[in-house]
């Protein structure tokens, strides 16, 4: 694979900005909360990074699908993932699910309505 020298200060603006544009349609979307997580939260973006984002928001459907919401209504301009939690879940598996517990130990928020 061919170095990519320079890429990853790129791909940090890139994602930065996506971030930026996604934050600000939240709102009408009606997510309650948004944590950063990954490599941005980690300030370690990789040439590869993707924006990863765990949702808070009140949506009916099975877990593994929500994030489908969010790409059809985003139309994300860059590699993103979205894990999509309801309230209720969220507070009952916050302290039990490892992914969650570790978004929000090394995660930050970045949206809260």
Do not use: C, W
């Not at 980690?42 to 993707?50: A, C, E, W």
């Not at 919401?69 to 999509?84: A, C, E, I, N």
Request: aromatic share 10%.
């Amino acid at each position: 694979m061919p170095a990519r020298i320079g890429f990853a200060p790129r791909r940090k603006q890139m994602l930065e900005a996506e971030l930026g544009r996604i934050l600000e349609m939240f709102p009408q979307l009606g997510v309650e909360q948004a944590y950063l997580v990954g490599d941005m939260a980690l300030d370690k973006v990789q040439p590869d990074s993707l924006l990863e984002i765990v949702v808070v928001q009140d949506i009916p459907g099975y877990f593994h699908r929500r994030s489908d919401f969010f790409s059809s209504h985003l139309s994300p301009m860059v590699g993103s993932r979205y894990m999509v939690y309801t309230p209720e879940e969220f507070h009952a598996q916050k302290d039990t699910n490892a992914y969650l517990r570790n978004a929000l130990k090394t995660g930050r928020l970045v949206f809260e309505s």
